[in-house]
């Protein structure tokens, strides 16, 4: 059954590329040509539900027949022609709708997105966004299909990193967030589409300091109309560039942190205070309705009382702050690791002195949630928390020593006479 929705819609299509041509060249069946493009989308909407029901009633069961390359282009095809074309029908949002399921739901992804989306697909996905590098979608139906279009991109993009820096993705995207400064429906959605593809990949991220996205992806640090979402995007980012950085590279974007007089420290020390108090009051009313939460359980589901209340806290804790104090953390410790530059580290230094928090602790409790496969990690970021504490705990005592020299020197007769 999914194999014949898949022909009969790749038919329809054909056909009404046919009655298009026919129509340019014989004025008098405009009419009828007309008629029988009206019945094509019908047909076309007709096959959509049928597939969206299927998806909805046996989606174990047809999803994974629909994970085809086949019915992928097909989807991508409509998308494209219609914003290419300024035609944005209701089959074209549906089938970007289609599109952000399927990839969704579709079984082992890092198996069968490859095999769905190929390089073809990808390249026309990007084509679509490249089209409102300099204007929003003037409609709603437009606008949800762009989304569509983004969504669907976050979800492929981990798969093929490198084909999408191949494809320029990188330098479009960068482009994106450039010329829309932050205000543009496609500006906002590339924020997501780049830490997908910038994460654990260092070709991507030489490629996206080339591309000039530094001064993007730092304005937006600072840019107080953020969404909550955005902010923590971007706080992703450039842990991504930190970590994944080298060579001039890496120094370009560490001279970001030294301009302004190392404001964009003072900015993530801020974003940091910010967000530990909101993980505070957010932990302290779950921990209030633990109680009705539990009873709440007991009557409807009784197998939420077997998740373990620590994971279940740690969750809701990650979704509430957590993953970005986190993220802010890693940031800090790979600034003072990696930095050179002596001003820099003392004032990121004197920053977290002011800070309320343990650094030690929001990153042991990161590592214990890291897989079998990172464990590594562990030993390396505890070495950098140590490090950090160290040099703090320098910068204090050489503090105290110069306070300790200015008030001796205050009480010599030379110190008073100067000052008078």
């Known amino acids: 059954l999914p194999s014949i929705y898949i022909e009969t819609l790749w038919r329809i299509y054909r056909e009404q590329g046919e009655q298009g041509e026919n129509s340019e060249e014989e004025s008098g069946a405009a009419n009828d040509?007309?008629?029988?493009?009206?019945?094509?989308?019908?047909?076309?909407?007709?096959?959509?539900?049928?597939?969206?029901?299927?998806?909805?009633?046996?989606?174990?069961?047809t999803v994974p027949e629909f994970c085809t390359g086949r019915f992928v282009e097909w989807l991508v095809t409509v998308i494209k022609e219609a914003v290419r074309g300024k035609n944005f029908t209701y089959n074209a949002l549906f089938a970007s709708e289609l599109l952000s399921l399927l990839l969704q739901q579709c079984p082992s992804p890092s198996q069968t997105v490859p095999q769905m989306?190929?390089?073809?697909?990808?390249?026309?996905?990007?084509?679509?966004?490249?089209?409102?590098?300099?204007?929003?979608?003037?409609?709603?139906?437009?606008?949800?299909?762009?989304?569509?279009?983004?969504?669907?991109?976050?979800?492929v993009v981990p798969y093929h990193q490198t084909a999408f820096g191949q494809s320029q993705g990188i330098q479009l995207m960068v482009k994106l967030l450039s010329q829309g400064?932050?205000?543009?429906?496609?500006?906002?959605?590339?924020?997501?589409?780049?830490?997908?593809?910038?994460?654990?990949?260092?070709?991507?991220?030489?490629?996206?300091?080339?591309?000039?996205?530094?001064?993007?992806?730092?304005?937006?640090?600072?840019?107080?109309?953020?969404?909550d979402a955005e902010m923590e995007t971007t706080v992703n980012i450039i842990y991504h560039l930190l970590h994944n950085t080298k060579g001039s590279e890496a120094a370009r974007v560490l001279n970001k942190f030294t301009e302004g007089s190392f404001s964009k420290i003072d900015v993530l020390?801020?974003?940091?205070?910010?967000?530990?108090?909101?993980?505070?009051?957010?932990?302290?009313?779950?921990?209030?309705?633990?109680?009705?939460?539990?009873a709440v359980a007991e009557e409807e589901d009784e197998d939420e009382i077997e998740q373990d209340p620590k994971e279940a806290r740690y969750v809701y804790a990650l979704g509430n702050g957590l993953s970005q104090l986190q993220l802010i953390d890693l940031c800090l410790l790979l600034l003072c690791h990696n930095s050179g530059n002596k001003a820099l580290t003392e004032h990121l230094c004197r920053a977290v002195q002011r800070m309320t928090g343990s650094i030690r602790e929001v990153i042991a409790q990161y590592t214990d949630e890291l897989e079998d496969s990172e464990k590594g990690r562990t030993k390396d970021l505890m070495e950098m928390v140590t490090g950090l504490e160290r040099r703090c705990e320098k910068l204090a005592k050489t503090a105290k020593a110069n306070r300790h020299d200015d008030g001796e020197d205050s009480g010599r007769p030379e110190a008073k006479r100067a000052k008078v």
């Not at 409102?132 to 976050?154: G, M, Q, T």
């Open 33 to 61: 040509a007309a008629g029988k493009m009206e019945d094509a989308q019908q047909a076309t909407t007709n096959c959509l539900q049928t597939i969206e029901n299927l998806f909805e009633i046996w989606p174990a069961k």
């Open 117 to 155: 989306v190929d390089r073809r697909s990808l390249d026309r996905l990007l084509r679509v966004t490249n089209m409102y590098r300099h204007s929003d979608p003037k409609e709603s139906s437009e606008n949800e299909l762009l989304e569509n279009v983004f969504d669907a991109l976050v979800l």
């Open 181 to 227: 400064a932050g205000k543009r429906l496609a500006a906002r959605l590339s924020l997501r589409v780049l830490e997908a593809a910038l994460r654990d990949h260092q070709e991507n991220c030489k490629l996206f300091v080339e591309q000039m996205g530094l001064k993007s992806i730092f304005g937006l640090l600072a840019h107080r109309k953020a969404t």
């Open 269 to 294: 020390a801020k974003l940091r205070e910010d967000t530990r108090r909101h993980l505070e009051r957010q932990l302290a009313a779950y921990d209030e309705e633990g109680e009705e939460r539990k």
